[in-house]
Every structure is written in structure tokens, then in C-alpha cells.
């Protein structure tokens, strides 16, 4: 898999208009959670980086930039825009995250789940595995 597996897999090919970062979701419920990884998900489709990147968990913002998120979304191809577009479906569908604590799952099919870990300023996106 690749360095950063989020990114290349929920990313797309291409880059809009810069927005500024909306206040970041926080609490411990679900909704929460949900609201974090629907707003990853739009964030990446529509190309808004700085949105995405702060919506990453705290391992990936060290090791990433914005620019290097889109970077690594270019080269991810169609698959990141369905993987997006799956991900919002299946929010809006309700279906239920999986986990309990710290960590949460979405299964989006294939045997792959997003994952949310929840950091102490809120839900984060850390993988899809």
C-alpha cells in the first residue's frame, strides 16, 4: 500500500478553488465521526486540500503537506473519486460505523474499510485498509 494509503485511495485527479477550512467537527458520538469522514470525502472530491489535509489524523498531517496530498491525489486516478463518492453514499445510506473507543470503521467494500481514530481536538481519518 501505498505511504499514505488515505490519501492515494479517497483522493482525485484533479484541483478546485481554495476554501477556507471550515471548524473542524469535535466530540466523542458518532455523528461526529460521520460528519469528519463526509467532510474528508467532499473535501477530496471537490479538490479543497487544506480542508482534507486538516481533516487527516495527526500521523498524516506530519508527514504530509496539502500540496503533497494533491500530489499524491493526481496520481491516485479515478479510484479516489469513487472511493469518495462511495463513501458519501454510503453516509447518507446511514450505514452505521463500526468500533467502539478511540476507532471507528466504514466498510466501503472489497474487503476495505476508512478509518476514523479520534484525536484529542476530534475524529480524524487515519486509513483505508
Given amino acids: 500500500m501505498r505511504a499514505l494509503a488515505v490519501a492515494a485511495v479517497l483522493a482525485i485527479g484533479c484541483a478546485g478553488a481554495r476554501h477556507p477550512v471550515a471548524p473542524l467537527p469535535s466530540g466523542r458520538s458518532e455523528a461526529a465521526a460521520r460528519e469528519a469522514l463526509g467532510r474528508f470525502a467532499e473535501a477530496v472530491e471537490a479538490g479543497r486540500w487544506p480542508e482534507a489535509y486538516?481533516?487527516?489524523?495527526?500521523?498524516?498531517?506530519?508527514?504530509?503537506?496539502?500540496?503533497?496530498?494533491?500530489?499524491?491525489?493526481?496520481?491516485?486516478?479515478?479510484?479516489?473519486?469513487?472511493?469518495?463518492?462511495?463513501?458519501?453514499?454510503?453516509?447518507?445510506?446511514?450505514?452505521?460505523?463500526?468500533?467502539?473507543?478511540?476507532?471507528?470503521?466504514?466498510?466501503?467494500?472489497?474487503g476495505r474499510a476508512a478509518v476514523l481514530v479520534l484525536e484529542p481536538d476530534g475524529w480524524r481519518v487515519d486509513a483505508l485498509e
Avoid at 506530519?62 to 486516478?77: H, N, Q, S
Fill in 54 to 110: 486538516a481533516l487527516l489524523s495527526a500521523r498524516w498531517r506530519a508527514a504530509y503537506t496539502p500540496t503533497r496530498l494533491e500530489l499524491d491525489a493526481r496520481g491516485a486516478g479515478p479510484v479516489g473519486r469513487e472511493a469518495a463518492e462511495r463513501i458519501e453514499a454510503l453516509l447518507a445510506a446511514g450505514t452505521p460505523l463500526a468500533g467502539e473507543g478511540d476507532r471507528r470503521t466504514l466498510p466501503v467494500g472489497s
